[in-house]
């Protein structure tokens, strides 16, 4: 082969390698751990006007997930003097059962914060339920209340997880003011509250915001624009390397259990295929241990502020 070829495939190579970027993986138990810790003297605070952060999570059904996630919360709450308690309903619980139990916590005062673990089962209208839930005790920020103070501008509960996406943007100083994010997953939960924060004058927002879904017609066109990505569709890998521009920052919201030869008989990735974004994107979050570990220290803060908003209730009225 002729020099000059060579010097050329010589140079390609080296540019190449050049443009590679270390990717950083966006942990979230610092974040986690940074937050809770600012949460210690306002729940002794709290403690010490003989208050105590409760909440009250409805798990209906069997779902394995929904069973580990819930007493990965309760540890949460107990390891910061706050308390949890789990009501388990059978998943043939009718309508009327479920709402009445609502309604007993709604009207309990030493409850602070009612959470309705998703998914129901297929009898059980979501809407109906979440909406059952007092707007001022709805820690999840599920309620149409506090979804529509949210979409205002004015929010007092905002969702857990987008919440949590926020605060590893803003633990880790990932710019938002300005840039163009692609959200891929338009659900109440993430998509469309993640769509409301970054558009808005917060903060951790005024972004352009483009919002993704089933009926996008060509996904890749969007994300190769995309300065930040929020992946959040439930779909295994969906998001690859040829998929991004140089320089993006990626965070992933997916959790699917993938059947492997592991000992688990499984494993859990995310809707990014990591691997192949790693040395393109500028950052990551990786699945497990990323976004997941925000949620529920989210839900925290949350109910530690539904109490002091309690306090100051009981304060005016006395």
């Known amino acids: 082969m002729p020099l000059r070829n060579l010097l050329k495939i010589e140079s390609m190579i080296l540019r190449k390698v050049k443009s590679k970027v270390e990717t950083l993986l966006l942990k979230g138990m610092p974040v986690s751990d940074t937050i809770r810790s600012g949460l210690e003297p306002r729940v002794k605070s709290l403690n010490e006007d003989g208050?105590?952060?409760?909440?009250a999570a409805i798990i209906i059904g069997d779902d394995p997930a929904s069973q580990v996630y819930v007493r990965n919360k309760s540890r949460a709450f107990d390891k910061l003097d706050c308390k949890s308690h789990t009501y388990q309903l059978e998943a043939d619980s009718n309508k009327q059962d479920v709402l009445a139990l609502i309604d007993t916590l709604n009207h309990d005062?030493?409850?602070?914060?009612i959470l309705i673990q998703l998914p129901l089962p297929g009898h059980l209208d979501s809407k109906t339920i979440l909406h059952a839930v007092s707007p001022e005790k709805d820690v999840d920020g599920f309620h149409p209340e506090n979804l529509g103070l949210l979409l205002e501008g004015n929010p007092i509960f905002i969702p857990c997880t987008p919440h949590g996406i926020l605060e590893i943007l803003k633990y880790y100083e990932i710019c938002v003011s300005g840039r163009h994010a692609v959200i891929v997953g338009r659900s109440n939960i993430v998509g469309k509250p993640m769509f409301a924060l970054l558009a808005q004058k917060f903060e951790m927002g005024n972004a352009t915001v483009t919002?993704?879904?089933?009926?996008t017609k060509?996904?890749?066109a969007h994300t190769k624009q995309a300065d930040i990505i929020i992946a959040a569709a439930g779909s295994p890998n969906m998001i690859t390397g040829d998929m991004i521009k140089a320089g993006v920052d990626i965070i992933d919201v997916g959790?699917?259990?993938?059947?492997d030869d592991s000992e688990k008989g499984y494993k859990l990735i995310g809707d990014v295929n990591t691997e192949s974004v790693m040395g393109i994107a500028n950052s990551v979050t990786p699945v497990p241990g990323g976004v997941g570990p925000m949620t529920i220290t989210m839900l925290l803060v949350n109910t530690v502020m539904s109490a002091e908003k309690n306090r100051e209730l009981i304060a005016c009225q006395s």
Do not use: F, K, M, S
């Open 211 to 215: 919002i993704c879904h089933t009926g």
């Open 218 to 220: 060509d996904l890749t």
């Open 255 to 259: 959790i699917n259990r993938v059947n």
């Open 51 to 55: 208050i105590v952060p409760q909440l």
């Open 109 to 113: 005062e030493e409850v602070h914060g």
